[in-house]
């Protein structure tokens, strides 16, 4: 920590997941910018918040870190003092996201992920969306000057809801641009951090419109070799395993191909946002989407948790490594004054033109000790725009209907989403999703039949 600098209090809302609480821990351990800091984690589930705490221990004791960590179930107590907040949370958990696919599923829609868009991603920003603005309220009482840093999806929604609805500063992190860099790195073999994209988009469907190594304009030859398949070779021959975490590259390829430009996210998120893809087996196939099933999900938290407790209790060895995410840095960032620049959601400020201001965009974002504000990239080509644009205003409706809960305009948001549509049955689908999450939903009124007009 540079001279002057008070050492941060950072609170970690959700400290008990098996797969954000670990990472967390151990960057905020060994970034040496963070030395004398206060790590909190809170949790609702108290088992999980005893694991991660377990393995913290060790984690700050292997590394030597100056680091005091604490845990809580209180949530008053996680924020009290806070500088930075770090959400990580699950309303309902795969209980919820379960609904959130098999329901819509017998409908006939198909999604591969199902936490962004989708009837999944509309569902969990209306369930999630009340708790993390009550968080968000908590944190205006007692850590009013803190930063929220939201790991938790649907990331544009739940970071725009923050925004809109309380005086919270909010940034919203994602990890899907680092496969795309690191593809475009091995192709044209240069250090990945000497490859420069422009890239805009809303989170999950970003798209990148110039590429540039080691400083050379490269953007026209990428672009023909993701189209022409390289990338999608290069990735299938890592991998011809069914794991539907691995980026196989059939969607981008796809898409590079269709529209000139190159979606940067990982295939099982930008299938989504795109009608059509989904619909058939063999539409699926050609690309190689593959569903992220509820038995895989249960399959890889229960992974995680073993691990976590092999880890905590000695049994198998801590690796001590930073990740690739970027929470601690911009932490570091925000603390030091050092300005460090990092793909994140933010309000649009201006630096996505041709989108409403408020609205929550993915760029480039600059911080430092002022805290974060977004990179100006201009105005998506038309072509993109087309695509990406109705995410923006429709993630405007999802977030209005669930600040004001209202049912009716819930379900003109879900009817808006591509992969709904106006489809026979819509509405039936709508209504059995929201009866069987209704324990999540209490803040929302009966609804009082769709009419025209100004709410």
Known sequence: MSEGKAAPKIAVVGGGSYQWGPKIIEDVALNEDLSGSTLTLHDLDPEALEDLYRLGERMVSLSGADLALEKTTVLEEALAGADFVVLCISTGGLDTMALDLEIPARYGVVQTVGDTVGPGGVFRALRNIPVVVGI??????????????????????????????????????????????????????????????????????????????????????????????????????????????????????????????????????VCEFVPGYLESDEERGRLDLRITTMETRREKLAAAREKTRRMASGEEPIPLERSREEISDIIAAMTTGRTSVNIMNLPNNGQLRGVPDGAVVETFGAVGGLGASGVAFGELPPEVAALVHPHVWNAEVIVDAALAGDRDLAYRAFANDPLVGHRPGAREMFDEMFEAQSEYLSHFEEPSGLTAGPR
């Open 136 to 269: 968000a309220r908590a944190m205006e009482e007692h850590c009013p000057d803190a930063v929220m840093l939201n790991l938790t999806n649907p990331m544009t929604t739940l970071t725009r809801a923050v925004t809109k609805a309380t005086s919270v500063r909010c940034v919203g992190l994602c990890h899907e641009l680092f496969s795309t860099l690191a593809m475009l790195s091995e192709m044209f073999d240069v250090p990945e951090e000497e490859v420069g994209v422009g890239v805009a988009g809303v989170n999950h469907f970003i798209w990148i419109t110039a590429v540039s190594a080691r400083g050379r304009d490269v953007t026209g030859e990428a672009f023909r070799r993701v189209a022409g398949g390289e990338a999608r070779e290069r990735a299938l021959g890592r991998s011809s395993s069914g794991d539907p975490f691995v980026n196989t590259w059939g969607m981008r390829t796809e898409l590079c191909r269709t529209h000139g430009y190159l979606p940067a996210a990982g295939d099982r998120h």
